[in-house]
């Protein structure tokens, strides 16, 4: 795949350049229109199941907040978080 950075005066990524059929190729595994023209991400059974069970567990009331799921997710993963 060709790839071409953008980067900040600093160096850092901040835009990716693709050839199109390339983005193409991508949108059409990602995505698939529905009959309102919209997008919709395509999940498979096991995403379409955690889902499931998530919001089943929130309807009986055993959910965590955003809050802490973020919390914990930047103290196990600081590496994906910038200060």
């Known amino acids: ?3 071409q950075y953008i980067s900040d005066s ?3 990524p901040t835009d990716v350049i693709i050839p ?3 983005w193409n190729a991508i949108k059409n595994r990602l995505f ?4 309102d023209d919209k997008r919709i ?3 498979s059974k096991a ?3 955690a ?6 567990q929130l309807e009986e009331g055993k959910g965590i907040s ?8 930047r103290q196990r993963f600081p590496e994906y978080f910038k200060s």
């Open 47 to 49: 995403q379409e199941q």
């Open 20 to 22: 199109i059929d390339q």
């Open 32 to 35: 698939e229109d529905d009959r």
């Open 1 to 3: 795949m060709k790839v």
């Open 66 to 73: 955003h809050e802490k799921v973020m919390k914990e997710t």
């Open 41 to 43: 991400y395509n999940l």
């Open 51 to 56: 889902i499931n069970v998530a919001l089943q």
């Open 10 to 12: 600093k160096g850092n």
